[in-house]
Nanobody, 122 residues
Framework: QVQLVESGGGLVQAGGSLRLSCAAS??????MGWFRQAPGKEREFVGVLNRITGITNYADSVKDRFTISRDNAKNTVYLQMNSLKPEDTAVYYC?????????????????WGQGTQVTVSS
């Protein structure tokens, strides 16, 4: 069983930064993704990292502002968010996929964390 626990969310002013963490336990797979869901909106893809190859893929809306990294020894993946905007406000989820590569669809992920709230004030 895979367990994912996100942390690091909070309130930040526009232009600021936050780093989210996703601690994984159990028999995890190499593909770790980040998604977010704003109030009244569908959950959307943010980015993905293959922990073996280091290859990443990002949504256009966060490219050049967000970076995913990992510490394999700690079985933890991070989402560094810079130049935050009010429209980045959402609950952020990490997810683990059995699929190789850099999947971006919600249905391609098998395990999900409980989410952490990020609020960006203007």
């Amino acid at each position: 069983q895979v367990q994912l626990v996100e942390s690091g969310g909070g309130l930040v002013q526009a232009g600021g930064s936050l780093r989210l963490s996703c601690a994984a336990s159990g028999r995890t797979f190499s593909t770790m993704g980040w998604f977010r869901q704003a109030p009244g909106k569908e959950r959307e893809f943010v980015g993905v990292l293959n922990r073996i190859t280091g290859i990443t893929n990002y949504a256009d809306s966060v490219k050049d502002r967000f970076t995913i990294s990992r510490d394999n020894a700690k079985n933890t993946v991070y989402l560094q968010m810079n130049s935050l905007k009010p429209e980045d406000t959402a609950v952020y989820y990490c997810a683990n996929s059995k699929r190789w590569g850099t999947p971006a669809a919600i249905g391609e992920y098998d395990y999900w964390g409980q989410g952490t709230q990020v609020t960006v004030s203007s």
